[in-house]
């Protein structure tokens, strides 16, 4: 068990909707990366969150937005959802997220599936 | 434009042998590496990961090599257990940028 939790675990939604995927990091840790997994492929770095702010930002389409609350929680916001979204989602939080390269920890996943 | 290339999809080995795992990555400027493992439904779990200024670093069953000069990274698994079957991804990541970048990982089995 990493510390981070991910819900929900799975989500079936259909074409056209817009769908909220949450996250809670390990125990003090300030960061939060999204990242993507679409079928036999590897993980894709979406955007990061350092305690509050937007710090970095991937290939993450502009249907897609996320935040990160002030008690560090973080949400993915998935709208106008097309078949080619469905995927993993893998959030991971990492203690600081600024300066040398840290660890990444990673939640369990929220499978995706856009019918 | 794969950075990072696991160029095996699938490596079968039998227990109590070694585990070679490959991965070559093309953009000079990653510095620190590290090795994912994934099982099925679960997210990836850290393993282990390098520096670029060293060229092994070992944990346990588990030692990874660098190769800057035909930036490649190995990882070595010995004695593979059958609790190893899983799904391997490298990733790696340059100075100044916390964004791992992953490749499509290599398939593991390990049979008794």
């Known amino acids: 068990d990493s510390g981070v939790t991910q819900t929900p675990k799975h989500l079936i939604t259909a074409t056209g909707q817009r769908v909220t995927l949450r996250c809670s990091p390990r125990?003090?840790?300030?960061?939060v990366y999204w990242y993507q997994q679409s079928l036999d492929q590897g993980l894709q770095f979406l955007i990061q969150y350092y305690n509050g702010e937007e710090r970095a930002k991937g290939n993450i389409l502009e249907r897609f937005s996320a935040q990160q609350f002030p008690d560090l929680h973080s949400e993915l916001n998935l709208s106008s959802l097309e078949l080619g979204d469905s995927a993993l989602y893998f959030c991971a939080s990492s203690q600081s997220g600024t300066g040398a390269v840290e660890t990444q920890y990673f939640g369990p996943g929220t499978r995706l599936l856009v019918l | 434009d794969q950075q990072v290339k696991q160029n095996s999809p699938s490596l079968s080995v039998q227990e109590g042998r070694i585990s070679i795992l490959n991965c070559d990555y093309t953009?000079?400027?990653?510095?620190?590496f590290l090795w994912y493992k994934k099982y099925p439904a679960e997210g990836p779990t850290f393993l282990i990961s390098?520096?670029?200024?060293?060229d092994k670093n070992e944990d346990g069953r588990f030692t990874v090599f660098l190769n800057k000069s035909a930036k490649h990274l190995s990882l070595h698994i010995v004695p593979s257990q059958p609790g190893d079957s899983a799904v391997y991804f490298c990733a790696a990541s340059a100075s100044g940028f916390q964004k791992l970048v992953f490749g499509t990982g290599t398939r593991l089995l390990v049979s008794p």
């Open positions: 390098i520096s670029s200024i060293k």
């Open positions: 953009n000079s400027m990653f510095d620190y």
């Open positions: 125990s003090g840790d300030l960061s």
